[in-house]
């Protein structure tokens, strides 16, 4: 089908883009013999070369030059790529490609046991292991999210809308049983849902950065089923159910957040598309958090000292000065100081600081982020000196805390 008048080049292009938005997750353009024209994955020579060695190119340019409708295209490693295809008639011309991606968590023993599935292409030990530092990058992303990037891709190409029905995801390798063993990578999820749930419990309003982060080590509950639809609602239901314990464990009252989950349940379970569920789970969560802040918020304190716990709270990746506090509540600096100590028992410095490494330590706990990330994300100016402040608060050192956690 031809573009009804759309640039091609400049709709992948901001494709790309988009995409990118939701995380590392990158583009390929390939020529209908199986050429890399262009990508902007930093690891394109490594991964294209992953890509034709699980034999996923030549996969695809056979299936492109039979169909116009995407396809996606999996390893024995869990991990997937997707293409869509510009044609000129019935005419390959370029396959637009999407990945990698893992649909869901796989523990190393499984990358390991799939690698085994392909021991006859005599793959190197150099090759293994630089294999392995790279797939460290590589996003899972929830097979019904994939699918709509899918759709997008194919829209940008041909301007025809398809549904998810007609993506051809047939072409699998049999994949082992036991590939898919979560084994230890299990934990990572736990401590990341715990994370999570911690943010519930405290009323933490600035929780989108290790939401975001924990998205990435866990995409959803891994339910086996060709219904997305389906599997979308459940993971939205468990999530749901998981949140509002902690509210409660966060002192909102069991009436309220269970009325409250019990309506969120009911819509996921109304929801005829998946673009009716796509909002909800975010909504859900972001009005428990805000619930539950709200029924913490300590009645001794003035509306203005209040105003600026606030601040503080929602602003935990800049420098907090009391001068900007001040200004914001229309006090002098020094009143300001003095009313917030009296109040809250702490200065302004030492109350940002205490809640810099609360923070910390749900991305320590939820996150794989390097503790030089979570320094700078937390706006102190050097590792070490983030890791003695860290230390003086918790008596543990960033690393040690992350270990035992």
């Not at 909102?252 to 909002?279: F, M, V």
């Not at 539950?292 to 000065?321: A, F, G, W």
């Amino acid at each position: 089908m031809e573009p009804y008048g759309m640039d091609i080049l400049k709709n992948s292009t901001l494709f790309s883009e988009l995409i990118q938005c939701g995380g590392s997750v990158y583009t390929w353009c390939y020529n209908a013999d199986g050429t890399l024209l262009k990508s902007n994955c930093p690891d394109e020579a490594f991964l294209s070369g992953a890509f034709s060695v699980f034999g996923c190119v030549q996969r695809m340019v056979e299936y492109g030059r039979e169909h116009a409708t995407p396809i996606t295209l999996g390893t024995a490693l869990g991990m997937m790529w997707a293409a869509a295809f510009e044609k000129d008639g019935d005419t390959l011309k370029h396959a637009w490609v999407i990945g990698p991606v893992f649909y869901q968590d796989v523990s190393m023993r499984g990358i390991e046991q799939g690698l085994a599935y392909y021991s006859q292409m005599e793959i190197s030990v150099a090759w293994t292991m630089q294999f392995y530092e790279i797939i460290k990058k590589v996003p899972a992303l929830q097979n019904t999210i994939l699918d709509r990037y899918t759709l997008m891709l194919h829209y940008c190409l041909t301007g025809e809308h398809l549904a998810v029905s007609d993506i051809n995801s047939e072409c699998m390798p049999q994949i082992p049983n036991t590939v898919h063993s979560p084994g230890h990578d299990r934990h990572k999820v736990y401590m990341a849902e715990q994370g999570l749930l911690q943010m519930v419990r405290t009323g933490d309003l600035n929780y989108r950065q290790a939401l975001s982060a924990s998205m990435g080590i866990s995409a959803g509950v891994p339910v086996r089923s060709d219904d997305a639809l389906r599997q979308s609602k459940t993971s939205i239901i468990v999530f749901t159910s998981l949140v509002c314990r902690a509210a409660i464990e966060g002192g909102l009252s069991p009436e309220e957040a269970y009325a409250l989950g019990d309506n969120y349940i009911q819509t996921a379970e109304s929801a005829h598309t998946l673009d009716e569920l796509n909002p909800l789970s975010h909504m859900m969560y972001d009005d428990f958090i805000r619930r539950v802040h709200k029924c913490r918020t300590n009645p001794k304190l003035s509306q203005q000292v209040q105003k600026c716990v606030d601040y503080i709270e929602m602003h935990l990746d800049e420098k907090i000065r009391a001068a900007d506090l001040a200004a914001l509540v229309g006090y002098t600096e020094y009143y300001l100081t003095h009313k917030f100590k009296e109040e809250t028992g702490l200065s302004v410095t030492d109350y940002a600081k205490f809640a810099k490494i609360e923070r910390a330590k749900v991305l320590l706990k939820s996150t794989d982020q390097s503790i030089q990330d979570i320094a700078a994300a937390l706006s102190f100016s050097t590792r070490n000196y983030f890791s003695r402040v860290f230390q003086d608060v918790t008596g543990q050192t960033p690393m040690e805390y992350r270990e035992r956690s």
